[in-house]
Nanobody, 117 residues
C-alpha cells in the first residue's frame, strides 16, 4: 500500500506561480514512477508530468513544457510540481499519482488549483 498526500493548491492570478507537494508513505520502495495529473469537471483526467524517483527521468505533457517543473526529494519521499506562468486553463483538481513495480496505481485526494483574476 502507498499513501499520497498533496498540498499547495489555491487561488492564483494569471501569470502567477504555485508549487504543489506530494508526500508518499507506506511501501515507497515499490514505487516505479510518480507524477501529477489534473482533471476538470466533464473531462478525463490528464497527465501533467511524471518522474522516476530513482533515476529522476521526467516526462511532460505539451501543455506543461516550459512552464512546469516536476522534481523529487527522495530523503523526504516528496514529489513537487512547480508551476509558473499559470493560465486560466490550468484550473483543475491536481492529483498526485504513483505506480508500483507490480503495476498498482495509487492516487492522492486531489488539490484544487484555480487561476483567475
Amino acid at each position: 500500500q502507498v499513501q499520497l498526500v498533496e498540498s499547495g493548491g489555491g487561488l492564483v492570478q494569471p501569470g502567477g506561480s504555485l508549487t504543489l507537494s506530494c508526500v508518499a508513505s507506506g511501501s515507497i520502495f515499490s514505487i516505479y514512477v510518480m507524477g501529477w495529473y489534473r482533471q476538470v469537471p466533464g473531462k478525463q483526467r490528464e497527465v501533467v508530468a511524471t518522474i522516476t524517483p530513482r533515476g529522476g527521468r521526467t516526462v511532460y505533457a505539451d501543455s506543461a513544457k516550459g512552464r512546469f517543473t516536476i522534481s523529487r526529494d527522495n530523503a523526504k519521499n516528496t514529489v513537487y510540481l512547480q508551476m509558473n506562468s499559470l493560465k486560466p486553463e490550468d484550473t483543475a483538481v491536481y492529483y498526485c499519482y504513483a505506480r508500483t513495480q507490480t503495476i498498482l496505481d495509487y492516487w492522492g485526494q486531489g488539490t484544487q488549483v484555480t487561476v483567475s483574476s
